[in-house]
C-alpha cells in the first residue's frame, strides 16, 4: 500500500510538470510576445537599448480660437527614434468629442508616421484640452498628445 501511495505521488508530480512546461512554451510564442519587453534590470535600471521611442514633433496643437460648430483636425507627426518596430496598440481621447486615428502596421527604427486627431465643438464652448493617450510598445507604455484653443460661443 504503501508503495502505491509513493507510485501515484511521483506520477502526479511528474504529470504536473509535463504540464507546467506545455504552458510555458505556449506563453513564449503567443500572438503578442514579441510586442512584451520589460527594459527594466536586475538592477533596477531600464535598458533602452532595445526599445520603440514615439518622440512627436509638435505633443501639443493649439488651434487657437474657433467657432462653436467647427471641426478641429491635425496630424500629429512622430518618429520612431528606438532600436525596434513601434506598434502603436490604441490611441484614445479624453471624451468622445474628439476621435483619433493612429496607424495599424508598425514603424521601423527611424520611420515617422502620423496620428490624426478630429476635435467636434459642437456644444462645447469656452477654453478646452482635448487629451489622447496613445499605448504603444515604448517605455513608459503610454504617451500623451493633446489639441489645446478657445471654442467661441458667439
Same mark, same amino acid.
Given at each position: 500500500?504503501?508503495?502505491l501511495?509513493? =507510485?501515484?505521488? $511521483?506520477?502526479?508530480?511528474?504529470? $504536473?510538470?509535463?504540464?507546467?512546461?506545455?504552458? $510555458?512554451?505556449? =506563453?513564449?510564442?503567443g500572438?503578442?510576445?514579441?510586442?512584451?519587453n520589460?527594459?527594466m !534590470? $536586475?538592477?533596477g +535600471?531600464?535598458d533602452?537599448n532595445?526599445?520603440?521611442?514615439?518622440?512627436?514633433e509638435?505633443?501639443?496643437?493649439?488651434?487657437?480660437?474657433? @467657432?462653436?460648430?467647427?471641426?478641429?483636425q491635425? +496630424?500629429?507627426?512622430f518618429?520612431?527614434?528606438?532600436?525596434?518596430?513601434?506598434?502603436i496598440?490604441?490611441?484614445?481621447?479624453?471624451?468622445?468629442? !474628439?476621435?483619433? +486615428?493612429?496607424?495599424?502596421?508598425?514603424?521601423?527604427?527611424?520611420g515617422t508616421g502620423?496620428? @490624426?486627431?478630429?476635435?467636434?465643438? +459642437?456644444?462645447?464652448?469656452?477654453?478646452?484640452?482635448?487629451?489622447?493617450?496613445? !499605448?504603444?510598445?515604448?517605455?513608459?507604455?503610454?504617451?500623451?498628445?493633446? =489639441?489645446?484653443?478657445?471654442?467661441?460661443?458667439?
Amino acid at each position: 500500500m504503501k508503495y502505491l501511495i509513493i =507510485l501515484m505521488f $511521483a506520477a502526479a508530480a511528474w504529470s $504536473a510538470c509535463k504540464q507546467d512546461s506545455k504552458v $510555458a512554451k505556449q =506563453l513564449a510564442g503567443g500572438p503578442n510576445s514579441d510586442l512584451v519587453n520589460n527594459p527594466m !534590470t $536586475a538592477s533596477g +535600471e531600464i535598458d533602452t537599448n532595445r526599445l520603440a521611442r514615439i518622440i512627436f514633433e509638435h505633443p501639443v496643437f493649439d488651434f487657437g480660437t474657433v @467657432k462653436v460648430g467647427e471641426m478641429v483636425q491635425y +496630424e500629429f507627426k512622430f518618429t520612431n527614434t528606438g532600436s525596434i518596430p513601434l506598434s502603436i496598440l490604441n490611441a484614445r481621447s479624453s471624451c468622445g468629442c !474628439t476621435v483619433p +486615428e493612429w496607424p495599424e502596421d508598425a514603424i521601423p527604427p527611424g520611420g515617422t508616421g502620423v496620428i @490624426k486627431a478630429k476635435f467636434n465643438t +459642437e456644444g462645447r464652448p469656452g477654453p478646452q484640452r482635448k487629451m489622447i493617450m496613445i !499605448t504603444a510598445n515604448t517605455y513608459p507604455n503610454e504617451s500623451r498628445i493633446a =489639441l489645446v484653443g478657445v471654442v467661441d460661443a458667439g
